[in-house]
Antibody
Framework: QLQLQESGPGLVKPSETLSLTCTVS??????????WGWIRQPPGKGLEFIGS???????YYNPSLKTRVTISIDTSKNQFSLRLSSVTAADTAVYFC???????????????????WGRGALVTVSS | DIVMTQSPDSLAVSLGERATINCKSS????????????LAWYQQKPGQPPKLLIY???TRESGVPDRFSGSGSGTDFTLTISSLQAEDVAVYYC?????????FGPGTKVDIQ
């Protein structure tokens, strides 16, 4: 059974960089059928896509966060990571990592539904 | 970005009765080349991550009870719970994956009446 687990600091100071890692177990992050992504949920609010990437690289980010986000992958550790710079209180949220099924529109691979999720990590931005 | 809206914001249904949730996208999520709607539904219970219920607008994920069904095409979609059970109390989200970035609806909270 595939499992994803987020890890990282639960408290980050304003203007600093949020860093989280997602460890994947029970399956390979190098599968050709999936992207690996991050979604966040502010307390009591809805879901916001942050970004995803394929195991060979080539991330795609939500344009609303693109200037501050970096997602990377380490296939040797079966992990992928999120860095969000210059955080403010508005970045306080539960951060989920998730597996995204690759779909196709014609011959071009594109994103799909998120079928496995981590339990989420609450990150609070506060001094 | 494609904007997803849902209605109602919340609903309360008696046990065993039908619950219906609507989702609307600001533009069509139907891809003409394969005639597929790039639309998914999720269930989120308190303190848990979302769980994928439905994809391609109407395909039930493996292990999801058949009381959950999805329908619709283009810009208008519906999630139906045919006979509400106590364990179905949750917030339900629709999500489009037709174009980047993928976007979610604001959620519909389902309670027992």
């Amino acid at each position: 059974q595939l499992q994803l687990q987020e890890s990282g600091p639960g408290l980050v100071k304003p203007s600093e960089t949020l860093s989280l890692t997602c460890t994947v177990s029970g399956g390979s992050i190098s599968s050709s059928n999936y992207f690996w992504g991050w979604i966040r949920q502010p307390p009591g609010k809805g879901l916001e896509f942050i970004g995803s990437l394929y195991y060979t690289g080539s991330p795609y980010y939500n344009p609303s966060l693109k200037t501050r986000v970096t997602i990377s992958i380490d296939t040797s550790k079966n992990q992928f990571s999120l860095r969000l710079s210059s955080v403010t209180a508005a970045d306080t949220a539960v951060y989920f990592c998730a597996r995204e099924r690759i779909t196709f529109g014609g011959l071009i691979p594109r994103g799909g539904p998120f079928d496995y999720w981590g339990r989420g990590a609450l990150v609070t931005v506060s001094s | 970005d494609i904007v997803m809206t849902q209605s109602p914001d919340s609903l309360a249904v008696s046990l065993g009765e039908r619950a219906t949730i609507n989702c609307k996208s600001s533009q069509s999520v139907l891809y003409s080349s394969n005639n597929k709607n790039y639309l998914a539904w999720y269930q989120q219970k308190p303190g848990q991550p979302p769980k994928l219920l439905i994809y391609w607008a109407s395909t039930r994920e493996s292990g999801v009870p058949d009381r959950f069904s999805g329908s619709g095409s283009g810009t208008d979609f519906t999630l139906t719970i045919s006979s509400l059970q106590a364990e179905d109390v949750a917030v339900y989200y629709c999500q489009q994956y037709y174009s980047n970035p993928p976007t979610f609806g604001p959620g519909t909270k389902v309670d027992i009446q």
